[in-house]
Nanobody, 131 residues
Framework: QLQLVESGGGLVQPGGSLRLSCAAS????????????IGWFRQAPGKEREGVSC????????SYVDAVKGRFTIFRDTAKNTVYLQMNSLKPGDTAVYYC????????????????????WGQGTQVTVSS
């Protein structure tokens, strides 16, 4: 069964950067028969989980929530079976537990950022932006 392992969270000052990793095991994310869309989500205390970004399996097209556009970048390394979220110019409002998630889909399907779309979830990693 597909397993997602996250890393890269931590404490960073406002304006700083972090790179989150989502390493998949059990199955290749992308091969002749398997295609996974990957999403990044976050949840702050007392708030609902929100979609942050996603990357489509077919054409690697990406989507971002307005709050992170221009600051965050999602990309994949197929050889490493890993998807990354590069976070720059971090703000205190970015503080949350960040989760990666995957769903098996068709090669041409575009990703979305609805949490109920995704079947596999990582354990979450804490990102704290504070002075």
């Amino acid at each position: 069964q597909l397993q997602l392992v996250e890393s890269g969270g931590g404490l960073v000052q406002p304006g700083g950067s972090l790179r989150l990793s989502c390493a998949a095991s059990g199955f290749a994310l992308y091969d002749i028969n398997t295609r996974y869309n990957i999403g990044w989500f976050r949840q702050a205390p007392g708030k609902e989980r929100e979609g942050v970004s996603c990357i489509s399996s077919g054409d690697r097209s990406t989507s971002y929530v307005d709050a992170v556009k221009g600051r965050f970048t999602i990309f994949r390394d197929t050889a490493k079976n890993t998807v990354y979220l590069q976070m720059n110019s971090l703000k205190p409002g970015d503080t949350a537990v960040y989760y990666c998630a995957a769903v098996d889909t068709t090669f041409q399907a575009l990703c979305d950022m609805y949490s109920w779309t995704y079947d596999y979830w990582g354990q979450g990693t804490q990102v704290t932006v504070s002075s």
